[in-house]
């Protein structure tokens, strides 16, 4: 189980460096990306969330860095297209949240699924859901477009283990973020950082 982040082919971006990568790829969220590729991961989290400001929120910074930032930094709840990415080694089986209805900002919904309502959906095209079933949980690709979608199966505390390594792999990349801004964006670090952390559902909990 990897966190990973939907991402596209970042052309004439040049505010910070960032990594060479295709459209409609996904990237690993970890704490070995190069500096490069978390600049890609800083970008596409940015760019998502480039709202206009509401008119109370007063006018959009002038400058571009500010400008790209800004819904980043005053949106209240950001996201961050992508999810948790489930490889079964054995069969090649990938279970992949498509991001659509839900992204890694609502990670914490696998855990309704160990602790909670013991079911979850990930959004649509394809409809993937995760189900628990006494002590296993039960992973479909498609529940509702192919009759015999692919699935995986795996005990519930292997999955616990690996929503624990998740989390893990997100906090290690928020850490690498935040040393990343202090050098690339040293003025708006702090804030960028806290963003990040409120996009990836790793803040304390209200």
């Known amino acids: 189980m990897q966190p990973v982040l939907e ?3 970042a052309d004439g971006f040049t505010l910070w460096p960032v990594g060479e990568h295709k459209s409609y790829g996904y990237l690993v969220l970890d704490g070995k990306l190069t500096p490069a590729e978390v600049g890609t991961a800083v970008m596409r989290i940015a760019d998502y969330n480039a709202f206009e400001p509401e008119e109370e929120d007063g006018p959009c910074p002038t400058d571009p860095l500010g ?3 800004n819904g980043l930094l005053t949106t209240p709840d950001l996201l ?5 990415r489930v490889t079964d080694n054995a069969t090649g089986t990938v279970f992949v949240e498509p991001g659509c209805c839900s992204g890694l900002e609502t990670w914490r919904d696998w855990l309704e699924v160990l602790d909670g309502t ?5 959004g649509h095209d394809p409809s993937s859901m995760a189900e628990r079933a006494g002590d296993s949980v039960r992973l479909t690709l498609d529940a509702y477009g192919e009759e015999d979608s692919p699935v995986i199966e795996l005990p519930v505390d292997q999955l616990r283990t690996l929503v624990t390594g998740a989390q893990r792999d997100l906090q290690d990349f928020l850490n690498l973020a935040g040393s990343w801004a202090e ?3 040293p003025a708006h670090a702090a804030a960028v950082t806290a963003a990040l952390a409120r996009a990836l559902d790793l803040g304390p909990k209200q």
Do not use: D, K, V
Not at 80 to 84: E, Q
Not at 118 to 122: E, I, Q, S
């Open 67 to 69: 400008a790209f930032l």
């Open 118 to 122: 013991g079911c979850c959906y990930f």
């Open 183 to 185: 050098q690339h964006l």
């Open 7 to 9: 991402i596209f082919a």
């Open 80 to 84: 961050a297209a992508g999810g948790f």
